[in-house]
């Protein structure tokens, strides 16, 4: 039951998520919880977190199961951003399920859902020359960089604000899982994103000026159901038949990697690029088994040993890393900057400091595609830390080494009806 939040001094964590990280901590069961230099106050659990409990807790994935970030090779012949925004398809408009759909869930298959999911058309910028030699995970807890006793004093605002220290609340003893459902959950075997720590680290075939998709979208409706079913009986209560509950979230994991490789070959179609394999599809809400534990992610990316590409905003760049995180860490890196607002502060403060335009047209010079003027707003760059920052606490903690950034050219967060696409203005002039 500790905590141990990767943020250096210069990093701004609220105090609310790390008191939701020491709430998670005081769990029956909790082990530890390591707070992302992302951290943010989430709906009862912190978002920014990896949590390793001998007790499976449903709640602490969230409704958004196996949302995560894939990245598609994006060859296009040219590139004018107008053009191209104007045909993108209407990701807001499901495509047919095919019949072997995990789950058997056809709802919502190939949209990208609101809030922060969004499909970038983004530009490689900075390739960052390889690493001499990757520093291996360390078998025990790393000593501690002098930055991370720093945060303790700024951060202390409250009693709970200390960045390494035991919950209040003594572990009580709670039934461990027993071996065979971790030998046997597909969570333990199966694909690399059911099992987010098998994937190795690939050096990504990338170079500036090369286009990629960048895809970040979950499992819709599908998550949802499933933590609902949980919650309406238990509420924030552990899962009491946690085969069950792995099997339906594997399920949800496996519909959220599908959806983001529809909905890149749906925008690859509609813009006549070729649009290859995943570079990485790292997936940021599951649990993992993990030596008999289980290892809750929420917005937390697996991070030992694997490429995973941390977004920072529509307005800024993000940064593909090498991670290679440790048990400290809960094996895991920041999935993105993090807000830095809520979503009512980001509507109340952007009105007041840009523009629709503004925003529709960032200052990268990328375009947004956004026909909700609400989400505009709430999505503003502005509203979100500076992923630099994130990515300086990342690799002074030895969680990660950069290899290379992009930077946005498109970003479609939702259908615009003014930009719609050329075959149907044709239709419509006929
Ligand atoms: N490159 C972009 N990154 C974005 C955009 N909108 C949000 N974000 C980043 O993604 C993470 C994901 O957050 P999650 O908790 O919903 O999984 C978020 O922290 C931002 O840093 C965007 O349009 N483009
Ligand atoms: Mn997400």
Not at 110 to 132: I, M, Y
Not at 262 to 271: F, Y
Not at 337 to 347: F, I, V, Y
Request: one cysteine or more; hydrophobic letters at 35%.
């Amino acid at each position: 039951m500790s905590v141990k939040v990767f943020a250096g001094p210069s990093s701004w964590i609220e105090s609310a998520a790390i008191t939701q990280c020491h709430q998670v901590a005081a769990l029956d069961g909790m082990i530890h919880v390591a707070g992302m230099p992302d951290l943010h106050p989430g709906k009862g659990a912190p978002i920014g977190a990896a949590m390793l409990s001998s007790v499976l807790y449903p709640f602490l994935v969230g409704s958004d199961i196996g949302c995560g970030i894939a990245v598609f090779p994006f060859r296009l012949k040219k590139v004018v951003p107008e053009r191209l925004a104007k045909r993108f398809p209407d990701l807001d408009e499901p495509v047919p399920p095919p019949g072997d759909v995990p789950g058997g869930y056809g709802e919502g298959l190939g949209t990208v859902g609101r809030g922060n999911h969004f499909v970038e058309l983004a530009r490689v910028d900075e390739v960052f020359p390889p690493p001499r030699a990757l520093p291996p995970a360390p078998p025990t807890a790393p000593p501690l960089p002098p930055a991370q006793t720093s945060p303790q004093t700024s951060l202390q605002t409250s009693p709970q604000t200390s960045l390494q220290t035991s919950a209040q609340t003594s572990l009580q003893a709670s039934p461990s899982p027993s071996p065979s459902l971790s030998q046997t959950s597909p969570l333990a075997s199966r694909s690399p994103l059911a099992s987010p720590s098998a994937s190795a680290s690939a050096s990504p075939a990338l170079a500036a000026g090369d286009h990629v998709l960048i895809v970040h979208s979950g499992s819709r409706g599908f998550g949802e159901r499933i933590l609902r079913a949980h919650t309406e009986v238990h509420g924030a209560g552990p899962a009491t038949d946690p085969a069950a509950y792995l099997e339906a979230h594997d399920s949800a994991v496996l519909w959220g990697s599908l959806n983001r490789r529809t909905l890149a070959e749906r925008v690859g179609s509609a813009l006549g690029a070729d649009v290859g394999e995943p570079i990485l599809d790292v997936c940021h809400n599951a649990v993992e088994i993990r030596d008999g534990l289980y290892l809750h992610r929420k917005g937390a990316a697996p991070g030992d040993g694997q490429d995973v590409l941390i977004a920072g905003t529509r307005g800024t760049r993000s940064y593909l890393v090498s991670a290679h995180a440790g048990p400290d860490a809960g094996f895991s890196v920041a999935h993105g900057a993090g807000r830095k607002m809520s979503r009512s502060d980001a509507l109340k403060r952007g009105k007041a400091k840009h523009t629709v335009e503004e925003l529709r047209r960032t200052p990268v010079g990328s375009l947004v595609v956004c026909g909700d003027r609400q989400l505009l707003f709430e999505e503003a760059p502005t509203a979100y830390k500076r992923i630099e920052q994130v990515i300086a606490d990342l690799t002074v903690f030895s969680l990660a080494t950069p290899r290379l950034t992009t930077v946005p050219v498109i970003t479609y967060k939702t259908a615009d009806k003014h930009m719609s696409p050329p075959a149907s203005r044709t239709a419509r002039r006929r």
